[in-house]
């Protein structure tokens, strides 16, 4: 594609449930990033992917947190037994190679626990 | 630990004049590149400008321009002739490649007056 896409845009789920975030990122892009950001804040590194591979998985909150990719390609970040403190935007970018090349974000799944 | 800090909330600038976003930076590593990334209102997030540590040269790019100190871990963004699409979260970044992390400060709105 043209761009980043993530989905769903918005998600309303309630405390206790699991949720799946996806992203796809543009074509022929190695890394790919996950991000949280809460409201009026600014953006917390979860995820690195270089290809299928995260080479540090100690940015992700908590063990609720899993992420996964394949194909180098898409990519889903996955929280368990959600709780209201994870009420957030979570954004996903990509990269050609690296993080020393610019970021492409998505638009970001607006996540809200209720 | 990386950190990167944004010490200004919230920025003025008038139409026309010129403008400088403060940030700081701490890191242990020694390979790490610097960004400030965009994020207008309700859109996506876009890279404005990148600097590698490597070079003393500051980067420019048209009317961004950054006041890179390094003894200092200092990483100012300048834009001069403001426009008032301009307006928007500006977030400074870090990247390490030993640590594969993306820190990014905790941004600082930018309001454009007509």
């Known amino acids: 594609g043209a761009g980043v896409s993530q989905s769903p845009s918005n998600k309303v789920t309630e405390k206790g449930k699991d949720v799946e975030l996806r992203c796809d990122p543009i074509?022929?892009?190695?890394?790919l990033y996950w991000y949280r950001q809460r409201l009026g804040q600014g953006l917390e590194f979860l995820i690195y992917?270089?290809?299928?591979?995260?080479?540090?998985k100690s940015g992700l909150p908590s063990d609720r947190f899993s992420a996964e990719r394949t194909g180098e390609s898409v990519s889903t970040l996955t929280i368990q037994r959600t709780q209201q403190e994870d009420s957030a935007v979570y954004l996903c970018?990509?990269?050609?190679?690296?993080?020393?090349?610019?970021?492409?974000f998505g638009p970001g799944t607006r996540l809200t626990v209720l | 630990a990386q950190t990167v800090t944004q010490s200004q909330p919230e920025m003025s600038v008038q139409e026309a004049e010129t403008v400088t976003l403060s940030c700081t930076y701490d890191?242990?590593?020694?390979?790490?590149?610097l960004f400030w990334y965009k994020q207008p209102p309700s859109r996506q997030m876009i890279l404005v400008i990148r600097?590698?540590?490597?070079?003393?040269q500051n980067a420019t790019e048209n009317r961004f321009s950054v006041n890179f100190q390094k003894a200092a871990k200092s990483f100012s963004l300048k834009i001069s002739d403001s426009q008032l699409g301009d307006a928007a979260m500006y977030f400074c970044?870090?990247?390490?490649?030993?640590?594969?992390?993306?820190?990014f400060g905790t941004g600082t709105r930018l309001k454009v007056l007509a």
């Open positions: 970044a870090c990247y390490t490649s030993g640590t594969y992390k993306y820190i």
């Open positions: 074509s022929g892009h190695t890394a």
């Open positions: 890191t242990s590593e020694s390979d790490y590149y």
């Open positions: 970018a990509s990269s050609l190679i690296s993080g020393i090349d610019e970021q492409f």
């Open positions: 600097q590698e540590a490597y070079k003393q």
């Open positions: 992917f270089q290809g299928n591979s995260a080479p540090d």
